[in-house]
T-cell receptor, first 111, second 114 residues
Framework: GQSLEQPSEVTAVEGAIVQINCTYQ??????LSWYQQHDGGAPTFLSY????GLEETGRFSSFLSRSDSYGYLLLQELQMKDSASYFC????????????FGTGTKLQVIP | EAQVTQNPRYLITVTGKKLTVTCSQN?????MSWYRQDPGLGLRQIYY???????DKGDVPEGYKVSRKEKRNFPLILESPSPNQTSLYFC?????????????FGPGTRLTVL
């Protein structure tokens, strides 16, 4: 079956850079998305990679390598408000349009 | 304001008592979806709809029904709820598939089945 694996927890210092990885065993998808979810809140969209390479959106960047079945989210200049859970997700192409999310990574930013 | 709304936000019910969670979006989105979120399991897709009268199963459809009679509404129906359906439920919508897959999520419905 399809699965997307992420580290369960990551801790980083305010002002630093952190990378959250997403590895998958699947194929036939349009691209890799990233979502942020604060405790008690709804997921919100961060970024999307349709093609291999790096996409940059302000302090956040996302990377995809289909040949390596791997992607990551890079957060720079970490702020306390970045403490949240982060999920990768794929939308499958072909005859059906299912979405599968990764297991999620809880990021704790410490002073 | 562009948004996805869900009702109710919180619900405590008993085993076997049919319930419906409503979802509505005002963005004219084609794609709508229901997810459940459980600790350690992330978000799992229950059902999705690519347009009016077009629905399909996600990864965990057992025990749930959906309908899409209008573009804006996508209710989730639990005909006979059981305790293992206690979870946090999210409805989401997106403009179409095959693009950025930017989904807009509702605020969530926390369901407890006793």
């Amino acid at each position: 079956g399809q699965s997307l694996e992420q580290p369960s927890e990551v801790t980083a210092v305010e002002g630093a850079i952190v990378q959250i990885n997403c590895t998958y065993q699947t194929s036939g998808f349009y691209g890799l998305s990233w979502y942020q979810q604060h405790d008690g809140g709804a997921p919100t969209f961060l970024s999307y990679n349709a093609l291999d390479g790096l996409e940059e959106t302000g302090r956040f960047s996302s990377f995809l390598s289909r040949s390596d079945s791997y992607g990551y989210l890079l957060l720079q200049e970490l702020q306390m408000k970045d403490s949240a859970s982060y999920f990768c997700a794929v939308l499958f192409s072909g005859g059906y349009q299912k979405v599968t999310f990764g297991t999620g990574t809880k990021l704790q930013v410490i002073p | 304001e562009a948004q996805v709304t869900q009702n109710p936000r919180y619900l405590i019910t008993v085993t076997g008592k049919k319930l419906t969670v409503t979802c509505s979006q005002n963005m004219n989105h084609e794609y709508m979806s229901w997810y459940r979120q459980d600790p350690g399991l992330g978000l799992r897709q229950i059902y999705y709809s690519m347009n009016v009268e077009v629905t399909d199963k996600g990864d965990v459809p057992e025990g749930y029904k959906v309908s899409r009679k209008e573009k804006r509404n996508f209710p989730l129906i639990l005909e006979s709820p059981s305790p293992n359906q206690t979870s946090l439920y999210f409805c989401a919508s997106s403009l179409s598939t095959g693009t950025t897959n930017e989904q807009f999520f509702g605020p969530g419905t926390r369901l407890t089945v006793l």
